[in-house]
């Protein structure tokens, strides 16, 4: 009996002691999006403010000049008011400078960054150099004369795992088209 409960409280203690060196499934999916992807958007004040007339765009898509240049024109964001009171500016300004594409080590975060000239400041992501060129053989018409998609900024149409910083192949479906293979 006694040596059944050695035995055992041993395989358990080695068991504890090889959790450190064994990815979990929560760091293989980091691995992966910071492969492929940018990190999602996490402030729950961006969140409610910034995604009631699109998707909570991921910070990794633009660098902090941007999203200054942006905040700073909210009074008049494309066409909308989109001002915000003070505490809430603050909070989301933080968090924008903060997960920014310049500040960000995942993949696509950098490859927008290479994208730019150091005094480039694009207010908007589907117009940087990087995002341009991914999206150069889709044609007009199943964008702008698409319902469903109408422009770029509509990244979640599209990508169905947008707003968690996913871009890759897999998850694209074009509304009215389908998947795309090129
Ligand atoms: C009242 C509606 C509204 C709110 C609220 C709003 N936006 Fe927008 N935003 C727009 C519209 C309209 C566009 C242009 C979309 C288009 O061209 O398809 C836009 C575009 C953008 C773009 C550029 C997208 C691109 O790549 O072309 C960014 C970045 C952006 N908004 C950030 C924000 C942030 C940050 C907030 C929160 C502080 C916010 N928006 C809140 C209406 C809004
Ligand atoms: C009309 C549908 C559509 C919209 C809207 C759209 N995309 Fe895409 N995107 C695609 C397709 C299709 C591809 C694959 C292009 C290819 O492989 O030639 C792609 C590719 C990409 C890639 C490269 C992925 C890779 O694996 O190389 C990124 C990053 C990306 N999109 C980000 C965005 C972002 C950010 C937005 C919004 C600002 C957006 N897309 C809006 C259809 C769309």
Not at 14 to 38: H, I, K, N, T
Request: with cysteine; proline share 5%; glycine share 4%.
């Amino acid at each position: 009996m006694k040596k059944t409960i050695l035995i055992s409280s041993t395989i358990l203690t080695a068991c504890v002691l090889m959790v450190p060196v064994v990815f979990s499934d929560d760091d293989r999916r980091e691995y992966r999006q910071r492969s492929v992807g940018v990190a999602a958007a996490t402030s729950p004040a961006y969140k409610e403010e910034c995604s009631s007339c699109h998707m909570a765009y991921p910070p990794g898509l633009l660098p902090e000049r941007s999203w200054k240049k942006i905040m700073a024109g909210l009074e008049t964001h494309f066409g909308d008011n989109a001002e915000i009171d003070a505490e809430s500016f603050k909070k989301i300004s933080e968090f924008l400078a903060k997960n920014s594409a310049d500040k960000s080590d995942y993949r696509r975060s950098q490859k927008i960054m290479r994208s730019l000239r150091a005094d480039d400041v694009p207010i908007r992501i589907s117009e940087t150099p990087y995002i341009k060129k991914e999206h150069d053989e889709i044609p007009e018409k199943l964008i702008k004369y698409n319902d469903k998609v109408k422009s770029i900024a509509n990244c979640n149409a599209c990508h169905s795992k947008a707003e968690q910083g996913l871009y890759d192949e897999d998850g694209v479906n074009i509304p009215g088209f389908g998947r795309w293979d090129d």
